[in-house]
């Protein structure tokens, strides 16, 4: 049964904070022997040459396969530069194809701008890799989730224009899941008739309306947290773990 540990937000600021909780997140994912590690977005903080450094030194540590993709606090440039070894600005789509599953990672930044968006060209090439991989279950993921959450704070910011990715995966039945981050919480909901499922944050956890009156809700003593998804021939089961 397939295994990918999911870690989102992770922050790296050049402080031993963001760091050590990083650290902790990835190798914990790393200690579960999963198939692959997807790592969806605000990989630095300040998308500085010298975070994604940090960041390259965390990733260097495994031999476990990794597929990741941008959020709104990168820098296409410099992270295609430090951890792809790529020149440009250009979106950052990768897809990593496996025995068991293909896992397609768009990229939704809009550089300059908090909310996402997936353009036509990430659009055309999410299509392209579905359209190769017929038989075999996939997962999309992205940094911005498609639909709101509940959280203000988030869903000002979401993915927007989402009736392009709707289109793609609709076309494409042995899809079983969309993946993102962005939020800082552990969250499942639906999207295009398929689960939606949210990495909680490792940074920082944003709280519900309910849960703090606070303008800018996010707490950070609660501690870092991953996905796990299991693949059990096109369903996909999801536990979400605290790394104490």
């Not at 190798?27 to 990989?43: E, F």
């Not at 476990?64 to 440009?88: E, I, Q, W, Y």
């Not at 090439?125 to 940094?143: E, F, I, K, N």
């Not at 000002?156 to 995966?169: C, Q, S």
Request: charge should be negative.
């Amino acid at each position: 049964m397939p295994m990918l540990a999911h870690v989102s937000d992770i922050h790296i600021d050049g402080g031993e904070r963001s760091r050590d909780r990083a650290a902790r997140a990835i190798g914990y994912a790393r200690s579960l022997r999963p198939d692959a590690i997807v790592l969806t977005g605000d990989i630095a903080d300040n998308g500085a040459v010298e975070e994604y450094e940090i960041v390259r030194d965390l990733l260097d540590d495994g031999d476990v396969p990794l597929v990741l993709c941008p959020g709104n606090h990168d820098d296409r440039g410099n992270l295609r530069k430090v951890l792809l070894g790529l020149d440009g600005d250009f979106p950052v789509n990768q897809a990593l194809n496996l025995e068991t599953v293909t896992i397609a990672l768009c990229d939704s930044s809009v550089p300059g701008r908090p909310e996402g968006r997936l353009d036509e060209d990430t659009l055309s090439w999410l299509d392209g890799v579905l359209t190769a991989t017929p038989g075999v279950p996939a997962l999309v993921g992205m940094h911005h989730p498609a639909v709101d959450l509940g959280i203000p704070y988030v869903d000002e910011i979401k993915l927007v224009d989402a009736e392009g990715l709707r289109e793609v995966v609709s076309r494409h039945s042995h899809v079983a899941a969309v993946l993102a981050g962005h939020a800082h919480t552990a969250a499942a909901t639906t999207f295009a008739g398929l689960p939606l499922l949210i990495a909680p944050g490792v940074v920082s956890t944003v709280l519900l309306p309910a849960e703090t009156t606070r303008p800018k809700p996010v707490d950070l003593d609660m501690p870092p947290a991953i996905a796990v998804h299991l693949l059990d021939e096109g369903r996909i089961t999801t536990h979400y773990r605290p790394v104490l």
